[in-house]
């Protein structure tokens, strides 16, 4: 038990001994104004680079996101059909998929589908 505790102590000592060379090595020692700003082409930015995004664009990637992955959950479903009791594969696909309808059907209704407003 003693050794262990030992060989943890070494190496947790070797480690940060190795990380506070490694920290005042690679100081940068000049430090220059046009070094430390963001490079755009050469040219300073004539406008500011904190623009407002839309809201719809990400309103449609996140249901995109959504959707993404419940299709990946329905692919399980074609290998499974055979696994398992057709009225249990069939009752628990049309409730999955009709869960999927709704919630577009929703999400259309709620206006979050409509790209031009």
Same mark, same amino acid.
């Given at each position: 038990?003693?050794?262990?505790? $030992?060989?943890? =102590?070494?190496?947790? #000592? &070797?480690?940060?001994?190795?990380?506070?060379?490694?920290?005042?090595? *690679?100081? +940068? #020692? &000049? *430090?220059?104004?046009?070094?430390?700003? @963001?490079?755009?082409?050469? &040219?300073?930015?004539? %406008? %500011? *680079?904190?623009? @407002?995004? %839309?809201?719809?664009?990400?309103?449609?990637?996140?249901? /995109?996101?959504? &959707?993404?992955?419940?299709?990946?959950? !329905?692919? @399980?479903?074609?290998? *499974?059909? +055979?696994? $398992?009791? !057709? +009225? $249990?594969? $069939?009752?628990? %696909?049309? !409730? /999955?998929? =009709?869960? =999927?309808?709704?919630? #577009? =059907?929703?999400?259309?209704?709620?206006?979050?589908?409509?790209?031009?407003?």
């Amino acid at each position: 038990m003693m050794i262990m505790i $030992t060989a943890m =102590l070494v190496t947790l #000592t &070797f480690t940060n001994i190795l990380m506070m060379i490694s920290n005042n090595l *690679s100081k +940068k #020692t &000049f *430090s220059d104004r046009e070094k430390n700003s @963001p490079y755009e082409c050469g &040219f300073d930015p004539k %406008s %500011s *680079s904190r623009l @407002p995004f %839309s809201i719809q664009f990400f309103l449609i990637a996140v249901i /995109f996101l959504i &959707f993404d992955v419940e299709i990946a959950l !329905l692919m @399980p479903m074609i290998t *499974s059909m +055979k696994l $398992t009791n !057709l +009225k $249990t594969w $069939t009752t628990t %696909s049309t !409730l /999955f998929i =009709l869960i =999927l309808i709704l919630g #577009t =059907l929703h999400e259309w209704n709620q206006g979050a589908l409509d790209w031009a407003n």
